[in-house]
């Protein structure tokens, strides 16, 4: 009760001061933390509840399932599944939807795939995390199949499916059937949120519809918050339409916005379109207001182990080696016709320092440790919280071809899979 008003403290003083603690107030408990975000202490109510051998049930662990997925950590949330087996919670819908929002979330799609299709029962939470899967990992073609079908086995779409839908079709650039997702939840009265919007104008701003998705926004019923101009911006910055980034980066600033992606984005967008001078003066504009870039972060787990990197660090111990195969697959990947993209770079540096400073983003510095210790065969996955660069995504694509491995690559945008020089996402994200 306590916990899901959001008073965690005194629902953790509470259960501690409790004489005899039953499966529902641990579940309460933990499900309160997974559900405020605050993963770790979720996790640690789990370590104490196993530990004690309290018999947890399938609502426990969907909502520790839910705290692996967004903290995106496979191997633990692979365990979770193992015990889960043992104890045939694995059978509700409500721990295999989480199950397959993991396995989706840390890129391994054809888990997620696995787990749903031998889910012995279904209701719309496991339809809408498998429709999603598909989403999230540009399986257009399956993400409408999956919709026939979860109407054929009797579950009326909500807002969730549809949001799911707009989005396959963003990443797929399908412009006309996005529209019609979207007009089709008029039909079974489901008004759309802010959410399905900044899809909408996602899916407009990756064709470069960009005063199309202007338009829809001045339409919206209610205030559009930060993320549907962040959508825009995104969408501006891509097709280097500085004019419309300005409009769509002053609105944003107007929600109360601080975010620091928003004055990246403006400024590159500047520098992509050739004009350097108001490059800088966003770039001041961001200092002026007090605003920190946010650190660009990538992260392998591997062997029960997170390996995180920033930009051009040395820290982590095998440094060297990383800097090493990087080097070696980089004059395999210029020999076959990579050439690095500087032109985001706006800092006053030559084109070989520029090169250099491009080089070693953290994600790269992440799959280069993926060269050394992931068993070949395996797919390198990484995870990092800014997008990644056009330049980066051009050279995953020839690292792919050149080493014969499998890059997973999930931004904070979706999943980049790269096989063989070419990248799941076709190029939009
Ligand atoms: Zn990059
Ligand atoms: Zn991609």
């Not at 919206?220 to 995104?234: C, H, I, R, S, T």
């Not at 769509?248 to 620091?260: D, H, M, N, Y």
Request: aromatic residues 8%; hydrophobic residues 45%.
């Amino acid at each position: 009760m306590y916990a899901k008003c959001g008073h965690l403290a005194d629902a953790r003083r509470l259960f501690d001061e409790m004489p005899e603690r039953n499966v529902v107030s641990w579940s309460a408990l933990i499900c309160g933390y997974a559900d405020a975000g605050m993963h770790s202490a979720a996790m640690e109510i789990f370590r104490l509840a196993l530990e004690e051998a309290v018999p947890v049930n399938d609502f426990t662990v969907s909502c520790i399932l839910r705290v692996c997925a967004a903290a995106t950590l496979f191997e633990l949330g692979a365990q979770v599944h193992a015990r889960s087996i043992k104890t045939a919670l694995n059978a509700s819908p409500f721990v295999g939807s989480s199950l397959v929002s993991l396995y989706s979330k840390c890129g391994l799609v054809e888990c997620a795939y696995q787990v749903f299709g031998e889910a012995p029962e279904r209701n719309l939470g496991i339809w809408n995390a498998g429709l999603n899967a598909s989403a999230q990992h540009g399986h257009t073609t399956a993400a409408f199949q999956r919709f026939m079908d979860m109407q054929n086995a009797g579950f009326r779409p909500n807002s969730i499916t549809f949001l799911s839908l707009i989005t396959a079709c963003s990443h797929a650039g399908l412009v006309d059937e996005g529209k019609r997702y979207f007009s089709l939840m008029k039909e079974y009265r489901i008004e759309p949120q802010a959410e399905h919007y900044a899809a909408m104008v996602d899916l407009l701003g990756r064709v470069g519809r960009i005063s199309e998705a202007l338009g829809l926004i001045e339409s919206m019923p209610m205030e559009p918050p930060e993320y549907v101009w962040g959508a825009l911006l995104m969408a501006c910055r891509m097709f280097k339409d500085a004019d419309a980034a300005a409009i769509a980066a002053k609105r944003l600033f107007e929600t109360g916005s601080r975010s620091s992606g928003a004055h990246m984005l403006l400024s590159s967008t500047y520098a992509a379109a050739g004009r350097h001078m108001d490059a800088a003066l966003a770039r001041k504009a961001m200092r002026d207001a007090g605003v920190r870039k946010e650190t660009g972060l990538s992260w392998l787990e591997a062997a029960g182990e997170v390996h995180t990197f920033v930009s051009n660090c040395r820290r982590h111990p095998r440094s060297n080696e990383i800097y090493n195969v990087l080097e070696k697959v980089g004059e395999k990947m210029e020999a076959a016709g990579y050439v690095a993209d500087t032109s985001a770079v706006v800092k006053d540096v030559d084109k070989d320092e520029k090169q250099a400073t491009m080089r070693y983003h953290s994600e790269r510095l992440a799959i280069g440790l993926g060269l050394l210790i992931v068993p070949e065969g395996v797919p390198i996955r990484v995870m990092k919280n800014l997008r990644v660069c056009d330049d980066c995504h051009n050279a995953v694509k020839y690292l792919s071809k050149c080493t014969g491995r499998i890059v997973i690559l999930r931004d904070n945008r979706r999943f980049h899979r790269f096989e063989d020089g070419v990248c799941s996402c076709g190029d939009f994200w």
